[in-house]
């Protein structure tokens, strides 16, 4: 059995949390993980710019940041964090011309895949990690979070 914890950082802790904990959820079953424990953190873009600026040394809010942990303890693994700025969520959506639910979707993948260890060199979609992380949007399509 998975488990996920969802918090928030310099912004209200969304009403929609508990149907994203679900989807990240429904995403470790495609992935064939258990026992994972994820932990899931929605911010603001100042929020995020001073962690990417201190781990990554880029001064400018991103989308999303994954930190991975990947350490056992008994029957559990902890993947890590997932940060998630919901300002730079709905600035991508309006860029791409897609919904911030599906931005939102797209983004939880993301942070997964990277916590299972998938990278990728560039953000073009011939990228592997950027084929699965479509495809199982793609069938998860039925599913929001909004």
Known sequence: ???VEINAEEVPLPA?????EGYILKVLDR???DGWDLSVLFCNN????SLNNKFRSIDEPTDI?????GTSLSDRF????IIVSLETLAENAAYFH???DEELRRLLIHGILHLNGMDHETNEGGEPMLKLQEAILTELKGETIF
Do not use: C, H, Q
């Open 1 to 3: 059995m998975n488990r």
């Open 16 to 20: 929609w949390s508990p149907r994203a």
């Open 31 to 33: 992935l064939e993980k």
């Open 46 to 49: 100042v929020y995020i710019r």
């Open 65 to 69: 940041l994954s930190f991975p942990l």
């Open 78 to 81: 902890l993947p890590g964090d």
């Open 98 to 100: 897609v919904t911030e």
